[in-house]
C-alpha cells in the first residue's frame, strides 16, 4: 500500500498543476488528410485517412497535439482523448489504413500525410505550426516516433520532421512494431532492429523526445526496456532533449495518467519557445 501511495501522490499533484483554464473549443470529424486525386481513388483510403479535429475558439496561436490511437497497426480507431479537451490546445485524432488491408510501412505513410495536413492547414484555423507534438498510445506511439526520428516519411511533403515541437509517445514500440514483424513471420518474443524500428534512427538533432510507459513489471512484452534503450541511445548520440518516465504500478494501458505529463510537456515547450521569440 505505501508503494502505491507514492506512486500515485505525485500524479495527482501532476494533474492538479497541469490543469489549465477550460476554454471554448469547436470540433470537426471526417478531414480527409490525403488531398492529391490518386490516392483518394482508393476506397480504403477514403475510408480509413480522416481525422477529426477540436480546436479552442477563444485564442490565437495556440499548440496542437496530434494523437494517433494504438491497436497493433491491426485495429482501433480514431479519438480525442477528454483528458486533452478544453485545454487550450487543438487535438487532432487521425486513423490509417491497418494491416492485413495493408502493409508495412503504408501506415507510416498515412500517419505523415496526416501531420503534413496539420503544418499546411492549423494556422487557418489560429493554431501556431511550431508547435506542432506527435503523441500517440502503443501502435500510435510507435507511428508518431517513427514520423519524428526518420525524415523520409515528411521529406516527400516538403516538411522536415525537426519541424515538429516535441514528440510524447505513449508505451510505443523503439524496435522494429511487432505487427510488421509478424507479417515477415517473426515472433513477437524476437526483437529486430531495422530501418522500420524508431532505434534505427537514433541522432541528435531530433525534436524533444518525451517517453512514457507503464511499470517496466507489468508492461508488454519489455516495453520499458525499449524505451530506455532508445532513451540511452539518443543520450549517447548527443540528444539533449530525450527522457523517460515509467509509471509504477500501471500497465500497458497507461494513458490515462499519463496525459497530464503530456499536456505539462506541451506547455514546458511552447513556453520555452515564447521565450526565445523577438522581443520577449
Same mark, same amino acid.
Given at each position: 500500500?505505501?508503494?502505491?501511495?507514492?506512486?500515485?501522490?505525485?500524479?495527482?499533484?501532476?494533474?492538479?498543476?497541469?490543469?489549465?483554464?477550460?476554454?471554448?473549443?469547436?470540433?470537426?470529424?471526417?478531414? +480527409?488528410?490525403?488531398?492529391?486525386?490518386?490516392?483518394?481513388?482508393?476506397?480504403?483510403?477514403?475510408?480509413?485517412?480522416?481525422?477529426?479535429?477540436?480546436?479552442?475558439?477563444? #485564442?490565437?496561436?495556440?499548440?496542437?497535439?496530434?494523437?494517433?490511437?494504438?491497436?497493433?497497426?491491426?485495429?482501433?480507431?480514431?479519438?480525442?482523448?477528454?483528458?486533452?479537451?478544453?485545454?487550450?490546445?487543438?487535438?487532432?485524432?487521425?486513423?490509417?489504413?491497418?494491416?492485413?488491408?495493408?502493409?508495412?510501412?503504408?501506415?507510416?505513410?498515412?500517419?505523415?500525410?496526416?501531420?503534413?495536413?496539420?503544418?499546411?492547414?492549423?494556422?487557418?484555423?489560429?493554431?501556431?505550426?511550431?508547435?506542432?507534438?506527435?503523441?500517440?498510445?502503443?501502435?500510435?506511439?510507435?507511428?508518431?516516433?517513427?514520423?519524428?526520428?526518420?525524415?523520409?516519411?515528411?521529406?516527400?511533403?516538403?516538411?522536415?520532421?525537426?519541424?515538429?515541437?516535441?514528440?510524447?509517445?505513449?508505451?510505443?514500440?523503439?524496435?522494429?512494431?511487432?505487427?510488421? #514483424?509478424?507479417?515477415?513471420?517473426?515472433?513477437?518474443?524476437?526483437?529486430?532492429?531495422? +530501418?522500420?524500428?524508431?532505434?534505427?534512427?537514433?541522432?541528435?538533432?531530433?525534436?524533444?523526445?518525451?517517453?512514457?510507459?507503464?511499470? #517496466?513489471?507489468?508492461?508488454?512484452?519489455? #516495453?520499458?526496456?525499449?524505451?530506455?534503450?532508445?532513451?540511452?541511445?539518443?543520450?549517447?548520440?548527443?540528444?539533449?532533449?530525450?527522457?523517460?518516465?515509467?509509471?509504477?504500478?500501471?500497465?500497458?494501458?497507461?494513458?490515462?495518467?499519463?496525459?497530464?505529463?503530456?499536456?505539462?510537456?506541451?506547455?514546458?515547450?511552447?513556453?520555452?519557445?515564447?521565450?526565445?521569440?523577438?522581443?520577449?
Amino acid at each position: 500500500m505505501n508503494r502505491f501511495l507514492r506512486i500515485l501522490f505525485p500524479v495527482l499533484l501532476i494533474a492538479v498543476e497541469a490543469a489549465p483554464q477550460p476554454s471554448a473549443e469547436k470540433m470537426i470529424a471526417g478531414i +480527409s488528410y490525403y488531398t492529391d486525386g490518386k490516392a483518394m481513388a482508393d476506397p480504403y483510403v477514403r475510408e480509413r485517412c480522416v481525422m477529426d479535429f477540436s480546436y479552442p475558439t477563444d #485564442r490565437q496561436g495556440f499548440a496542437t497535439i496530434i494523437w494517433f490511437h494504438g491497436g497493433g497497426l491491426t485495429g482501433g480507431e480514431k479519438f480525442l482523448p477528454e483528458e486533452l479537451r478544453g485545454r487550450g490546445v487543438a487535438v487532432i485524432a487521425p486513423n490509417y489504413r491497418l494491416y492485413p488491408k495493408v502493409k508495412a510501412p503504408e501506415y507510416l505513410r498515412d500517419a505523415a500525410a496526416a501531420i503534413a495536413w496539420v503544418f499546411n492547414h492549423i494556422s487557418e484555423y489560429g493554431g501556431d505550426p511550431s508547435l506542432i507534438f506527435v503523441s500517440g498510445h502503443s501502435a500510435g506511439g510507435y507511428l508518431a516516433t517513427m514520423t519524428a526520428l526518420d525524415k523520409i516519411w515528411l521529406a516527400p511533403h516538403g516538411i522536415d520532421a525537426d519541424q515538429i515541437a516535441g514528440v510524447i509517445p505513449f508505451s510505443g514500440h523503439t524496435i522494429t512494431h511487432m505487427t510488421v #514483424r509478424e507479417e515477415r513471420g517473426i515472433p513477437s518474443t524476437r526483437p529486430v532492429i531495422d +530501418s522500420l524500428a524508431p532505434l534505427y534512427h537514433v541522432r541528435p538533432d531530433a525534436p524533444p523526445l518525451l517517453l512514457i510507459t507503464g511499470d #517496466r513489471e507489468l508492461e508488454m512484452l519489455g #516495453r520499458y526496456e525499449e524505451n530506455a534503450y532508445l532513451m540511452r541511445m539518443m543520450k549517447v548520440a548527443g540528444h539533449k532533449e530525450t527522457h523517460l518516465l515509467e509509471l509504477d504500478g500501471y500497465d500497458h494501458g497507461m494513458a490515462q495518467p499519463a496525459f497530464p505529463l503530456l499536456l505539462k510537456e506541451v506547455r514546458r515547450i511552447t513556453d520555452l519557445k515564447k521565450q526565445t521569440l523577438p522581443g520577449t
